[in-house]
C-alpha cells in the first residue's frame, strides 16, 4: 500500500516529543481516525541505527488542524513500537490501518 497518500504535513509538531537530533519524522492519518507517529533514530545512536519508533495516534479533529493524541489503549499496544526496519514499519502501519473506529477509547493527554 502506498501510505505517502495518508502522511499530513504538522511540521513535525508531534506531542511524543521525539524531534530532538537528527531523524526523519512522518505522520500519517488513516479513514478510520487512527494514524502513526515514524520517527528513525537519531544517527548519533550507533546502537539504533536503522531503527524506527512508531506511535499509534488517534486523530480528534478534521484537516486542517489534525489534532491528535497518543492512543495508548488499542488492541495493538499501550506505548510505541520499535520496528528493526521501515519494511517492519509498514507491516504496523497496514494493522493500524485495519483498526476499527472506537478500538480504543481513552487517550494520553
Not at 14 to 31: A, L, N, Q, T
Not at 42 to 49: E, G, I, M, N, S
Not at 87 to 96: G, M, N, Q, Y
Request: with cysteine; proline share 6%; glycine share 6%.
Amino acid at each position: 500500500m502506498d501510505y505517502e497518500q495518508y502522511a499530513v504535513d504538522l511540521n513535525a509538531k508531534c506531542v511524543c516529543g521525539c524531534m530532538e537530533g537528527d531523524r526523519v519524522h512522518k505522520i500519517y492519518r488513516f479513514p478510520n481516525d487512527y494514524g502513526a507517529s515514524v520517527v528513525s533514530a537519531p544517527k548519533a545512536d550507533l546502537t539504533a541505527r536503522g531503527t524506527f519508533r512508531l506511535y499509534i495516534l488517534h486523530f480528534e479533529s478534521p484537516a486542517p488542524e489534525h489534532e491528535y493524541e497518543i492512543a495508548r489503549d488499542t488492541p495493538l499496544t499501550n506505548d510505541h513500537i520499535v520496528c528493526r526496519d521501515w519494511s517492519d514499519a509498514e507491516v504496523w502501519l497496514e494493522r493500524i490501518f485495519e483498526l476499527l473506529p472506537g478500538d480504543g477509547h481513552a487517550h494520553c493527554h
